[in-house]
C-alpha cells in the first residue's frame, strides 16, 4: 500500500465529469462504477465538473451534465464543485513547485517539442501523452519574469521529473509500475492549471481517498503521485477500468455512430435501460432490462469487471 495513504481516512470518491462534449455511454460506465465502488461500501461521493479546458466549455454544458447524472440517476454529497473557479488553489500549488525549484518556466511551443523529440525511427503513431519532454528550458530562466523577458514568450510552468518511476497498487490492475515519462506542463502558457495539477489540488482538497476511472489515464497517475508527493498531500488508491470502445477497437468517440446520453434520451430510452445496458458492458449482469444505479449495490463486485476492452457502439434498446 501506497504509505502516503492514511487507510483511517473515510472512504470518498468522486464523479469528474469535463463538460466539453456531451455524456456518453463510455462516460456513464465510469460513473457507474465509480460510484458503485464507493456508496457500495458506505462512503461518500462528490462531484466535480472539469471545466478548466478554457474556451471550449460552455456553461450550458455544465448545466447539462449535471441533469444527465441526475436523469440516470446519480447523487453526489454537497454542492458540485467547478474546477475553474478553484484558480487560486490550483494556483497556488503552482506557485509552490516553482519556489521550491521542483517546476521551471517553459517557452517551447508544442511544435518546437515535437521537433526536438522525434527521432528517424519513432513509429509513426504518436506517443499516447505526446512526446516526451526534452528537457530544452530546464536550468535556463531563473523566474518566469526572465523567461518572459527573454523569450518575448508566455512561459508555461514544467514540473522537474527526478523520478522515473512512481510505483501504485492499481484496485483493479494490481502492480503498476508506474513509469514517468518527462517532464510535464502543470500551469500552460496561458496562465491556466493544467489537468495533471488541478485534478491532484482538487481531489486532496475535496477529500478524495478512491478514484475510479477508465484506464486511458492510467499514463497520468504515477504524475499525480509526483504531485501528491511533492506537494505533502495525501494521495487517493486508484483504479483503472478499461475503456469502453467502438467495433474497430479504438476509444469510442463521434465515428461510432451517436452513443451520447442526450440522443437516447431524444429517442424516448429510459435512464434504467441505459443504465443496465451500461452495467452489463460493466460486467454487473442486473436481472432485467432496466436498472436503476442502486438496485446495483448489492453483491458489487470491481473484480467481475472485464479486464479487456469493452465494445459500446450500437445498443439496442427495446423500445
Ligand atoms: N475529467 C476527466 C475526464 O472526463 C477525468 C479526470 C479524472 O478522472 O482524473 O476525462
Redo the contacts with the bound molecule.
Sequence with gaps: MNPRTLPQRPLVG?L???P?GVLHLG?VR?FLLAWLSVRSRGGKMVL?I?DIDGPRVRTEMIDRTIEDLRWLGFDWDGDPVIQSMRRALHDAAADRLLDAGRAYPCVCSRSEIEEAASAPHEPVDAPPDGPIYPGTCRGLYASLEEARSRSGRDPALRFHVTRTSEPFDDLFLGEQRGAVRGDFVIRKRDGSPA?QLA?VVD?ADQGVTE?L??D??LT?TPR?LLLYRELGLSAPRFAHVPLVVGSDGRRLAKRHGDTSIDHFRGRGVSPEQIISHVARLAGLAPAGASARPEDLLDNFDLAATPRAPVVGEDPDFES
Excluded: G, H, I, W
Design positions: 468522486r469528474a465529469p469535463s466539453t462516460n465510469s466535480r472539469e489537468y485534478v481531489d478514484v476511472r477508465a486511458d489515464l497520468s499525480q
